[in-house]
Every structure is written in structure tokens, then in C-alpha cells.
């Protein structure tokens, strides 16, 4: 099962693994992706399912399509290249596009929604906690102040008030000044980290003996949450921890894939 098949990079690769014989379920909360990754796997037609749903309902995407256990699962969280790109999408800084951020977008909630409705407090304790943004209550105050006088709906307005709010010079920054406020919306708009927790907390029932489980995730708190759970399984005996420590990406890897920089790999496997 790859319960985030996005650009199907890893289901091309586990399908050309597994067939003859095998069958591939492929998840994605976004119908746009999921698209996308069934011509891409065009090629091996009648090998894999594609499943629109939030992978935390792990049970019940297996139930609804009548399989009980799976060999394996990848969860490589976050968003892909072609959302992020995406200006409709409103993920990026780069591109100007509508506040959205939502992988669903049946949801109801937007990032535009967060920024013009929590209250200071909420807005600067999210970036904090989920952006581990430094200057969050300086960005909070700022948009308080600025929605104030017109509310914030695009993608380059709120980075115009980031921007405005913090002490910014070019040159200390190795990344954009507004990537972790727009990180930490992104997650709070989404509830990743409800996700990935809900998901692995189901994740035993769905494992045959002998079934592996890999995750990749991108922020610590993600992280944290694998390690926690991957731990409390051990010590219930119904895990056993291949990875010590996380697998992280190395030079090679970071010179063609820089996205994989904060990139940490941990695999459990079902006793
Ligand atoms: C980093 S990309 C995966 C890229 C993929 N491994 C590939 O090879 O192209 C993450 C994908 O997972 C999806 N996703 C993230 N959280 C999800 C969730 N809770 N349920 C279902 N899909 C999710 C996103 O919409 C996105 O398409």
C-alpha cells in the first residue's frame, strides 16, 4: 500500500517489483493527484486500486474494497512537487494564488480561513508549535493588525506581511522567511499530524506477520509521533524497530533531490 502515492514516483517503482501477481493500493486525499497517478500507472492496468481518502481511515480503505491485510506500507508525508507548484493550489510563495492549502479541496477549512479567523494567541502559538517559527508572535501581531484593516486572501499578502513583521536580511536566511509560517498553516489545515498518528495507531490490524511499515516525514513533530508509536509497539511486542535511527538522505541524494534535506525514513516491522 502507498498511502501517499502523489506523482505514483514509488508505486511506479513497488509495482514494477510486485507483478506479475501482485496488486498495489494507492491512497491520495487529493482527487486532482490521484488523477494524475492513475495515467501514470497506465502501464500496469489491473495491478493496482487508487483510493480517494485521508489515509488516516486506513481500516476502512481496505474494508471498502474488500482486503483485509496488506505486506507493506509507505507513508511519505507532506505535499508533492505538483501541488506545491500549483499557484491554485495556494501552498507556494513563490507563485501567487488564492490562501488554500487544503490537499482535499471538499474540505471546508483554508488557510485563509486561519489567518483571518484565530485569534492572536492561536495564530502565533500554530506557528510556533507546527512552523517552530522564531518570530511567531511578531508575524501574529502583524496579521491581526493587517486583516484588520482588509482581509488576507492570496499567497503574496501574506507573505507581504511576514515579510513586514520580521527583521529581515537576505543573506541570514538559508530558506524564505515566510516558508515556516506557511508550513505550519499547511499542517494545522490539513491535520497532518492527526493523520500520520491515526493512521500508524491502525496500522497493526491492517499488517500481515512479517509486514513492514516505512514512513518519511519532514518535521519533527511528525517525526517524534513515528518514533513514539514505533516505540510503544516494541515494548508491546508487536513491532519489531528496523531503524535505530532515522535513514536520512545523503550527498548524492541531496544534490539532485535538495527537497530531501529534512527527510527522516523510519521502518517498522509486524511481529
Ligand atoms: C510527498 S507526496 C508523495 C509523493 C510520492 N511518494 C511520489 O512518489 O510521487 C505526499 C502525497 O500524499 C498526499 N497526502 C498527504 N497526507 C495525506 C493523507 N492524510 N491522506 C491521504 N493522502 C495524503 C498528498 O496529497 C500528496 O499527494
Redo the contacts with the bound molecule.
Sequence with gaps: M???????????EILQRIIPGGMLIG????EE?LRL?SERLKPFEGSFKLVN????YLKEVLKDIGVEKVNGI?F?????S??MEAWQRGFSIKNDGPLDMR??RNQALTAKDLVNRLSEMELSDTIRELGEERFHRRIAKRIVEERKKKEISTTAELTNVILRSIPYSRNKYKIHPATRTFQALRIRV?D?LG??SQ?LRESPDVLQRGARVCV?SFHSLEDRIVKNRFKEFKTNGVFNVLTKKPLTADENELVCNPRSRSAKLRAGERL
Design positions: 502507498d498511502a501517499t502515492i502523489g506523482g505514483a514516483g514509488h508505486s511506479a491512497i491520495d486525499r487529493d493527484t497517478a481518502k485521508n489515509f488516516k509507505i511519505d508525508l507532506g505535499i508533492s505538483i501541488q490537499m482535499d490539513n497532518e493523520a500520520i493512521a518519511i
